[in-house]
């Protein structure tokens, strides 16, 4: 329905063409812009209302009396079964961190959310076979726990913006809620209150991502990465790391490098590069911590993806067999 109601207004209403990347980048703005925001508010009060009935310190004590691996663990193997892109993850990363969860779990989260999901592994078994799905799935969680416990290690929590994803559950705990309709109410105003701090970084983060969606060429990254070399690993995750798309709308694009010569493991790190770091992503986060952070964040994950396309391109011989 939404995107139905968009193609209607840049299409009919504004007169762009369809076919044109203008008329494209437009249609993709104002539709990942709505469902971004939507999707901010409705995941942070649902979260919101079920985080009312957990008190943080129970939240606490189970991540406390648990062996830190667990924890990083079950965040990334929850984040294989959302369906969220690299933005999308956002708005529950901010509700771990409100609801006391540690910096370090959190990002298992995040960085494995974007990577997996049902779907992407059907489309893997389809165009790579399921030995090749098998692997690049544990690679992906791989990557969320030994990243998120990294970051968890470094004591980076100086850098989060304290006005955001500060605690503001501990108030509530202490007047209680008396009804059902209480704990929706607080839901839906923790929900619209992130979601106005936020906006405006999502607006700015999806206007960027238009533009790189639908005005850099595939024909361009293919050129690019296929003269790398040795170099192809680093490079294919410097390309990848500022685009943004889903990881199973990059699927294609990864076929398509791999069929033209381009190494398995090079083309599987410029999927996971896309899928689970990007520029708008950035400009999002930016609202939620500093950019020292951030920098920390993606540098770390995009160490790990490059590792990962290296032990796929060692094994692409056994693999493909």
């Known amino acids: 329905m939404l995107q139905v109601s968009i193609d209607w207004f840049t299409y009919q209403l504004l007169g762009l063409s369809p076919v044109s990347r203008m008329g494209q980048s437009i249609n993709f703005f104002?539709?990942?812009?709505?469902?971004?925001l939507i999707l901010l508010f409705s995941m942070i009060a649902v979260i919101g209302v079920i985080r009312s009935y957990i008190p943080q310190n129970?939240?606490?004590q189970w991540i406390e009396n648990k062996p830190r691996f667990v924890g990083h663990l079950a965040a990334s193997l929850f984040g294989a079964v959302t369906p969220f892109c690299s933005c999308s993850s956002i708005p529950i990363f901010l509700s771990f961190m409100e609801a006391g969860i540690p910096l370090g779990i959190a990002f298992s989260f995040l960085i494995t959310s974007p990577l997996l999901n049902e779907y992407l592994f059907v489309l893997m078994v389809g165009f790579f076979g399921i030995k090749i799905a098998i692997l690049y799935a544990l690679s992906g969680i791989l990557v969320g726990v030994s990243a998120g416990m990294i970051l968890g290690r470094m004591g980076l929590e100086k850098y989060l913006c304290a006005d955001l994803i500060a605690p503001v559950l501990a108030a509530e705990e202490e007047k209680g809620f008396p009804s059902?309709?209480?704990?929706?109410?607080?839901?839906?105003?923790?929900?619209?209150?992130?979601?106005?701090?936020?906006a405006g970084w999502v607006i700015l983060g999806v206007a960027v991502g238009a533009y790189i969606h639908n005005y850099i060429p595939q024909e361009m990254i293919q050129s690019i990465i296929g003269k790398g070399g040795i170099f192809t690993v680093p490079l294919a995750v410097l390309i990848g790391v500022p685009m943004y798309g889903s990881c199973a709308a990059i699927v294609p694009i990864a076929v398509v490098l791999f069929q033209k010569g381009v190494p398995l493991g090079t083309a599987l790190a410029f999927m996971m590069a896309v899928a689970a770091?990007?520029?708008p992503e950035a400009i999002i986060l930016r609202r939620a911590m500093q950019t020292k952070?951030?920098?920390?964040?993606?540098?770390?994950?995009?160490?790990?993806?490059?590792?990962?396309?290296?032990?796929?391109n060692v094994l692409a011989a056994v693999l493909i067999a």
């Open 30 to 36: 104002f539709y990942d812009s709505i469902k971004l």
């Open 293 to 312: 952070l951030i920098l920390i964040f993606f540098g770390i994950v995009a160490l790990g993806i490059m590792g990962i396309g290296f032990l796929f």
């Open 58 to 60: 129970k939240i606490r």
């Open 277 to 279: 770091l990007s520029l």
């Open 180 to 198: 059902f309709g209480s704990r929706v109410r607080y839901g839906i105003h923790e929900g619209a209150g992130i979601t106005k701090k936020i």
